[in-house]
């Protein structure tokens, strides 16, 4: 009794993390092709964490953070600071 509730138990771990990696890759973030269609979603832009300050001079809007869309978007940085689209 002990196996087969362990081989089951086991059974359920494989197969709950195995569908979590699924649904992640199926979550892919959105690419924006220059930083007027990013402006538009973003009007601040997008900064890769909280921490990153701005180079590029005073700013209208406070930067939306998250790393992973920054990350797909990390072209659209011209001034390296962190910052996608800052305005």
Known sequence: MKKVIAVLLG???????????????KQKVKTYKNCTALNKDYKGGVAKSSKVKNKGGKTKYKPFVSSSLYNANMKLDRDKDGIACEK
């Open 11 to 25: 059974l359920g771990l494989v197969f709950g993390l195995s569908t979590i990696d699924t649904v992640e890759a």
